[in-house]
């Protein structure tokens, strides 16, 4: 074994996947001291330590002792981990696209809401949450202006129904809001009560595990 390549491509992986040194000696039931000795090159892990130290960071034994630029499966993860956002944004336009459409916001939003909890289901089950902060962080915003579009727009048809008399079923209403003074509360309100709901959703979830790196994963490596 190399130990400069070795040392090298471990540093690399640990912070990548933001562990230190102490999380890592866990996983491992080595002293802290000892990984430190493999970044420094002072010395080099057991050959029974191999698979386990592979199966952390998600890529070949062979690419962990080997000097060459096979970045195949490293790339692989980094791919995955932004699927994630991937789900969210397709939520977000799918939400807009069946607006457009004049299919009933609230079926909308239901779709939308169902796919922003897939976004996180699959960045629990199959990424290493290194993205999960910005993942948070995006859902956060696009929850403020789907919810504030949901909610402007049921508070206006209220509105309507109070004003005409009449019960209204159908699409989304579009009205110039700036020729419309008694509609400008209903459209305030709804901005306000979708900033609420978007400050909890982004309270929740920074505080849940979907914001952690690998921590827990691989407990019996």
């Known amino acids: 074994m190399d130990e400069n390549v070795f040392s090298k491509k471990f540093i690399t992986l640990r912070k990548k996947f933001n562990l230190t040194q102490q999380e890592i000696a866990d996983r491992l039931n080595v002293s802290n001291k000892t990984v430190s000795r493999w970044e420094t090159a002072e010395g080099y892990p057991d050959i029974d330590l191999l ?7 998600h890529v070949s034994i062979d690419y962990l002792l080997k000097d060459h630029d096979d970045f195949k499966e490293i790339d692989k993860v980094d791919i995955i981990s932004y699927f ?8 977000v336009v799918i939400f ?9 916001i609230i079926f909308n939003f239901i779709i939308y809401y169902f796919i922003v909890k897939f976004s996180y289901h699959f960045l629990k089950q199959y990424t290493d949450r290194k993205n999960g902060n910005t993942l948070v962080n995006l859902n956060t915003v696009s929850i403020f ?5 949901l909610l402007s ?13 009449n019960i209204i079923i159908g699409g989304n209403v579009n009205i110039d809001m700036m020729n419309s003074s008694q509609f400008m ?4 309100c709804g901005y306000i009560i979708a900033a609420i709901y ?7 979830h920074k505080t849940e595990e979907y914001c952690q790196s ?3 994963q691989n407990e019996d490596v």
């Open 214 to 216: 690998i921590k827990n």
């Open 185 to 188: 509360l209903p459209y305030f």
């Open 153 to 165: 727009n049921l508070f206006i048809l209220i509105v309507i129904m109070d004003v005409t008399g």
């Open 96 to 104: 807009y696209s069946f607006c457009a459409l004049t299919i009933p």
């Open 51 to 57: 698979p386990k130290i592979a199966s952390i960071f």
């Open 84 to 91: 994630p956002w991937l789900i969210s944004l397709f939520g």
């Open 198 to 204: 978007a400050f909890i959703h982004y309270k929740g």
């Open 145 to 149: 202006f789907v919810a504030s579009s």
